[in-house]
């Protein structure tokens, strides 16, 4: 009967192999669970990471905004006073030229008034008229000579037409002031305020920027009363209206004529000035 050893020898050691091979199998499940296990801790890990630097960076930049915004408040803030500081300095500055063209008004008007006084009917006019009229044969007339105080009461009408344009100039109603004494001009041609008439409407016509009539009417002044006290004034304000409208060259002519024609008088002193700023 064949000896039964080897086959328990081979049995056991099957056995021994299926036991090993069994070990090695289950050892290498749990390797492979435990590493699954630390890669899905791991992915968790890197997920939280995620979130938290997103959340870092969104408040990040919700930071930045609102520090923009903040900057751009103040910088508003800072433009608005900016802006109130410069009207309140515009309104200064509006109330000063309003002063000084109101002082300066009245600074003309009283210097017209003056040599009105100035140029009033000499005393010795009607005494000349008499003497000249008693020298004279006696001729029969339907128009006797005037008297003084008919000169008088001729003078006070004329003045009182051309205060109108005066008053109208003085208040800032430059285009009444015009009318005014376009009517003057008319009804007294040949009265002696006529220039002053034409020079103060010409400066109105200035003030309104119509610069071609206040060229018309300081002209008409000049061609025809070039000895008027008025006349070194007008030459001036024409010069004035050169510069205004660009005309350089006709401008420094216009201050060299009143420097030579009217030396010593106060618009050639005043020429003098203006034309150094002219040659800069």
Avoid: C
């Avoid at 000896?3 to 492979?32: E, G």
């Avoid at 870092?56 to 903040?70: A, F, H, P, Y």
């Avoid at 008319?186 to 409407?201: E, F, I, R, T």
């Amino acid at each position: 009967m064949p000896s039964r050893k080897p086959f328990h020898f081979l049995r056991a050691a099957l056995l021994i192999s299926l036991a090993a091979f069994s070990l090695n199998a289950t050892a290498s499940l749990f390797d492979d669970e435990e590493a699954r296990r630390d890669i899905r801790n791991l992915r968790a890990q890197i997920e939280q990471q995620n979130r938290d630097s997103e959340a870092r960076v969104q408040k990040i930049e919700d930071s930045i905004k609102n520090l923009g915004i903040i900057q751009l408040l103040n910088q508003i803030d800072q433009l608005n006073a900016e802006i109130a500081k410069l009207r309140g300095q515009v309104e200064v500055m509006s109330n000063l030229d309003e002063q000084l063209t109101k002082r300066q008004r009245d600074f003309y008007l009283d210097i017209d008034t003056r040599l009105r006084k100035l140029e009033g009917v000499p005393a010795d006019a009607s005494a000349g008229a008499s003497s000249s009229s008693a020298a004279a044969p006696a001729v029969a007339s339907s128009s006797p000579p005037a008297t003084a105080s008919q000169i008088a009461a001729s003078r006070a009408k004329e003045d009182a037409v051309y205060d109108v344009g005066s008053n109208a100039f003085k208040r800032g109603d430059y285009a009444a002031a015009i009318r005014a004494f376009q009517t003057f001009i008319k009804d007294y041609p040949n009265g002696q305020l006529v220039s002053n008439a034409h020079y103060w409407m010409g400066i109105s016509y200035f003030n309104l920027r119509d610069y071609a009539n206040a060229r018309g009417a300081q002209d008409a002044l000049l061609r025809q009363f070039p000895d008027s006290a008025k006349a070194p004034d007008a030459l001036l304000a024409m010069a004035s209206i050169y510069l205004e409208i660009g005309d350089n060259g006709s401008a420094r002519n216009a201050l060299e004529d009143v420097i030579a024609k009217y030396p010593a008088s106060e618009a050639a002193t005043k020429a003098r000035t203006r034309l150094l700023a002219v040659r800069r």
